[in-house]
């Protein structure tokens, strides 16, 4: 017995221990690029709850590729999984129910317009879900996020943290504080005007509306010195439209 609970002490320090230089060094990523999500956080441990990991940043700054990218190496690691992504953006790349980073690389996932269509279509027996487009969600996803946690399900999200206007994003900073604290990852680009790092998005068409749909048609990363919001440009180019967002479909897990 004592044999028992040394081996499982070791383990679980063993396992501590890595993840946690795991994730020093994803931490200290450099801006626009991908973080390489280390498996090992989500292997079977000791413990009871699961992770909620919380990845942050403007658009162009890697977060979806990012989770393509792990999505692809649990696929490789036989760990259960599912991808998830907001209807809402369905329609940008044409990359239907995919995720798809601004790269055009994608892997398959199912849509969601809010909490009730997660609680509905996501896979019981998933070890792991992964959210993309979190800002996009009603506020009940947090208290979801956190009962699938407690269920022992480890989480993954992505989004945007602050929008356009530089005020927080939907769900996205209850998200992040809900987060266990080495799990919090905040990304960054490139600034397209002098090529600082950049913390915040830039719209680029004419639109006051909190939620607009696009690419780098409509949207550039921006520092802090050359953000503008919507209302502070004197250009005026036509708005680009979005289509109707279609329902929530179940989509095949990936195993």
């Known amino acids: 017995m004592k044999k028992q609970v040394l081996f499982y002490a070791f383990f679980t320090f063993i396992s501590c221990t890595t993840n946690m230089f795991c994730m020093e060094q994803l931490q200290q990523s450099k801006p626009g690029a991908t973080c390489d999500i280390p498996v090992s956080l989500f292997r079977p441990t000791m413990q009871q709850s699961g992770i909620i990991f919380a990845l942050s940043g403007p658009m162009f700054a890697g977060k979806t590729g990012t989770l393509i990218a792990l999505a692809k190496k649990l696929k490789d690691a036989g760990i259960r999984f599912q991808a998830i992504k907001h209807t809402f953006d369905t329609e940008r790349y044409g990359s239907g129910s995919s995720l798809c980073s601004h790269e055009k690389d994608q892997f398959p996932a ?14 019981k027996t998933a070890q792991v879900i992964i959210i993309d487009e979190a800002q996009f969600f009603d506020t009940p996803i947090v208290d979801w996020c956190r009962k699938l946690r407690a269920k022992g399900i480890h989480i ?85 439209t979005t289509t109707t967002t279609t329902p929530a479909t179940e989509q095949p897990v990936s195993k």
Do not use: W
């Not at 960054?188 to 696009?214: E, Y």
């Open 110 to 123: 199912c849509c969601a317009l809010n909490t009730s269509d997660l609680e509905a279509y996501y896979d």
């Open 156 to 240: 993954v999200t992505a989004g945007l943290d602050k929008d356009c206007f530089k005020k927080p994003f939907g769900p996205m900073p209850e998200l992040i504080a809900l987060a266990d604290p080495a799990h919090k990852i905040h990304l960054q680009s490139f600034c397209n005007i002098c090529g600082a790092p950049a913390d915040f998005t830039c719209r680029t068409i004419a639109s006051q509306k909190t939620v607009f749909v696009g690419g780098a048609e409509a949207y550039v990363p921006r520092c802090a010195q050359h953000h503008t919001t919507p209302e502070e440009k004197t250009s005026q180019p036509v708005a680009i």
